[in-house]
């Protein structure tokens, strides 16, 4: 078994490494058609300040000169072993630039993420276990209704109310754990949406099983209920779609990180277009697909692991095992079901 889920790991990893590859090349041919010229817009710019032999040592360097494949070998063979370039704009490494402004992001996406998962749970648990007459039904719309709002509207209203109504943080330095906790939630209240809907669609098939039933009639408490035997299997589904989140938040922080005047991969993103510093967009657009592909290979790695349904058959292909498909033998053997 070990050495099947050893095959699987590795075709997984193969499929991920070229995944990133066609990624880098997708990009580069797309940011290669655009127009313009960034040897004259950037590099002869008098206010970059770059002197002539700067700018024949980076001519040089990108093979700016060269045809469009011969540029595509040579950058490739830089990204493969790690050298993302030099800015055209501040004549800085790449890596250095975006290594500074990732910090921020990252910290942005992961306050985010727990706070969409603590909303998603709160709702998913209220939809299970709140009496109708308390607001059931309202928490099932919330979902919908999040996903109809836009981050950035959020972010404005969260903005106008807590910041130049009630003062709780100052857009001068949006840095600060306040400023950091709205800018989080703004993120993560439309990715909880995503998060709330497959958690309650879980939780009612779970709900619907005969031995939650039998449980529910011994007189098992909710939340023990919930902890204990619902909240697993029900959130299995979720390390799916939390994969598939990933590149949402990502995106979401750049719109964030620019609503609320916080410095990151947004502000980077935002300069680099500007100036047409190719190499840097390259990079960050190139490392948001590493990081897509990494969670998605780990969520793929991890799922049957987690989920006892799930083995690696011989082809080395994930699939639901037949002759495992109780969720919760715990409480089968709880409650007297056989």
């Known amino acids: 078994m070990l050495r099947i889920y050893g095959r699987f790991a590795l075709r997984r990893t193969g499929q991920a490494i070229v995944v990133v590859v066609l990624a880098y090349l997708f990009t580069f041919v797309v940011i290669s058609i655009l127009p313009g010229d960034p040897v004259t817009s950037t590099l002869r710019n008098p206010d970059n300040g770059f002197t002539e032999d700067d700018i024949a040592r980076i001519v040089a360097y990108y093979g700016l000169d060269q045809p469009w494949y011969v540029q595509l070998g040579s950058s490739l063979g830089r990204f493969v072993v790690g050298d993302l370039g030099v800015s055209l704009r501040s004549n800085l490494p790449v890596g ?3 290594f500074d402004a990732l910090g921020s992001t990252l910290s942005l996406a992961a306050a985010a993420l727990l706070v969409a998962i603590v909303l998603a749970v709160v709702i998913a648990y209220g939809t299970q276990f709140l009496p109708p007459r308390f607001g059931q039904g309202v928490l099932r719309s919330l979902p919908s209704l999040f996903l109809s709002v836009p981050n950035f509207v959020i972010g404005l209203l969260l903005i106008h109310v807590f910041a130049f109504g009630l003062g709780l943080f100052s857009m001068i330095d949006t840095e600060t754990p306040w400023g950091t906790f709205f800018a989080a939630v703004a993120l993560g209240i439309p990715v909880s949406a995503q998060l709330a809907e497959v958690l309650i669609a879980s939780l009612d098939h779970e709900s619907r099983q005969e031995y939650v039933a039998v449980a529910r009639s011994r007189g098992l408490r909710s939340g023990a209920l919930f902890l204990r035997h619902l909240a697993k299997p029900s ?31 947004g502000t980077l993103v935002e300069s680099a277009v500007a100036s047409q510093d190719l190499p840097v967009l390259q990079a960050v657009v190139s490392l948001a697909a590493v990081v897509f ?37 715990l409480l089968r053997e709880e409650v007297g079901i056989v």
């Open 235 to 265: 959130a299995l589904p979720t390390v799916t779609v939390l994969a598939l989140i990933v590149g949402e938040l990502l995106g979401g922080a750049l719109i964030t990180e620019a609503i609320f005047g916080r410095v990151g991969i």
């Open 96 to 98: 250095t630039l975006v």
């Open 293 to 329: 592909v990494v969670v998605n290979l780990v969520a793929d790695l991890a799922y049957p692991l987690l989920d006892p349904r799930v083995s690696v058959g011989p082809s080395g292909r994930p699939a639901v095992s037949a002759s495992r498909e109780d969720p919760a033998p």
